[in-house]
């Protein structure tokens, strides 16, 4: 089992800047992909940013690419989600998640440990 904590969130203004992190802990030899995701009311899970653990490929989509930066200290196991140029839409709750399948990298489907989420809201 892996046990996740998130970090950071907040209130912030549009254009402002916020830094998420995960704590991992437990089983964490069995990670090979971590990533966040987020989910606002009324709307389906969407992949913020992933990356795996060996080989470093990371996954941004279009509606992050550019302001948001994920990294992650094997030695430390945690994981960071720099968040530049924020935006309304950005307002969700945002989660951590670790995945022990080779194949995971954006599909939320295949991540089996989540975090508890931390709220980001960005006001205009």
């Known amino acids: 089992q892996v046990q996740l904590v998130e970090s950071g969130g907040g209130l912030v203004q549009a254009g402002d800047s916020l830094r998420l992190s995960c704590a991992a802990s437990g089983d964490t030899f069995s990670i090979y992909a971590m990533g966040w995701f987020r989910q606002a009311p009324g709307k389906e899970r969407e992949i913020v940013s992933g990356?795996?653990?060996?080989?470093?490929?990371?996954y941004y989509p279009d509606s992050v690419k550019g302001r948001f930066t994920i990294s992650r200290d094997n030695a430390k196991n945690t994981l960071t989600l720099q968040m530049d140029s924020l935006k309304p839409e950005d307002t969700s709750v945002y989660y951590c998640a670790a995945s022990s399948r080779r194949s995971a990298l954006s599909d939320h489907n295949e991540y089996d440990y989540w975090g508890q989420g931390t709220q980001v809201t960005v006001s205009s």
């Open positions: 990356t795996r653990v060996i080989g470093g490929r990371t």
